[in-house]
């Protein structure tokens, strides 16, 4: 399958695989790309269900272009909304909302619901003003076309508004439901999670940076999963070291360095970089030493981190690599 989807009249999207073989374009009118994910989603299912399986479903909802299936923005005319292009994205969120019922529906009829581990999260926090003129950053709730509701920044940046995301974990064999874990876990966990449970051997020379997170939904463990978290994306960076985060973005302007008391300042309202220098210093040179350990980045013609000069030789065929898979 291949994506036909453009943006300023050029391509945006790669090409969509099975497995490795590009398929034919998928034409006009043939479906909508999130439906076709939950379609093949509960295909797979069903063709696996008398054996053990992994399955990542990555929907392309809720995303840019502004676009959903007939009847979806009838769904939502109940909706009061201050600009109209956000029942678009509302009505997104509701295409995903079906396609992973549907999913757990098969889990149901399959006799698997109670037994799957099921992990559900996003990527990255709420994009800021695409699809009308808004202001980009410093600004929260009503005035975009998604909400990070009381946090601060958007998608792309290192504040909470762009990082902090969903994080669900449905296991009814074991995990009851509606409990509520409040220690920082991250998408790295989700692979360690997943091998100690399903005894999956580690093949990688690399230890994982995340950890298993059952000891600590279980009880077994009463500590935190990590007393440190980093986070980096092109020059903008962040690093949460207990109550403290230092958080460094570039807001389209002059380079903003911010530090935050987490556990007083959940919203990041307080920038305490001025009555704390002392601190901000300590999280700079942890970020810093940190940084410094990260490998090349074969698969990116960026540099791998701030201070490491970049070179071409690192790059590699990317089709090459997936022809060899």
């Given at each position: 399958m291949k994506s036909d989807a453009k943006e300023g009249g050029k391509p945006w999207l790669s090409p969509l695989y099975r497995n490795t073989t590009t398929e034919p374009p998928i034409q006009e009118g043939n479906g909508y790309l999130t439906?076709?994910?939950?379609?093949?989603?509960?295909?797979?299912?069903?063709?696996?269900?008398?054996?053990?399986?992994?399955?990542?479903?990555?929907?392309?909802?809720?995303?840019?272009p502004w676009q959903v299936p007939d009847g979806y923005i009838e769904r939502l005319d109940h909706l009061k909304v201050h600009h109209e292009e956000r029942r678009f994205f509302a009505a997104q969120t509701l295409v995903l909302d079906d396609g992973v019922s549907a999913i757990m529906d098969t889990l149901k009829e399959k006799g698997l619901y109670d037994n799957t581990l099921v992990f559900f999260m996003s990527d990255n926090g709420t994009p800021s003003g695409q699809g009308f003129e808004q202001p980009r950053k410093k600004i929260r709730g009503e005035t975009t076309m998604s909400s990070p509701g009381p946090f601060n920044g958007f998608k792309g940046d290192t504040y909470e508004g762009g990082i902090r995301v969903p994080f669900i974990i449905h296991y009814p064999a074991q995990i009851p439901a509606g409990e509520r874990f409040e220690s920082m876990v991250s998408a790295l966990d989700v692979m360690p999670t997943i091998g100690a449970r399903f005894d999956v051997t580690e093949t990688n020379a690399t230890p994982f940076d995340g950890v298993d997170l059952f000891p600590y939904l279980l009880g077994e463990k009463d500590s935190a999963p990590h007393d440190t978290l980093y986070w980096r994306r092109d020059n903008d960076y962040a690093i949460r070291d207990g109550d403290w985060k230092l958080a460094v973005n570039d807001d389209n302007g002059p380079r903003t360095i911010c530090l935050f008391n987490m556990i007083d300042d959940p919203y990041e309202y307080n920038d305490l970089a001025s009555k704390e220098p002392e601190v901000a210093q300590q999280l700079q040179n942890k970020f810093d030493?940190?940084?410094?350990?990260?490998?090349?980045?074969?698969?990116?013609?960026?540099?791998?981190?701030?201070?490491r000069e970049f070179k071409s030789g690192h790059r590699v065929d990317v089709q090459a690599f997936n022809r060899t898979q």
């Open positions: 439906e076709l994910f939950t379609d093949e989603a509960v295909g797979f299912i069903e063709r696996n269900a008398d054996k053990p399986f992994f399955l990542h479903v990555a929907h392309f909802a809720v995303h840019h030493a940190w940084e410094a350990e990260l490998p090349v980045n074969k698969l990116s013609h960026k540099p791998v981190n701030r201070n």
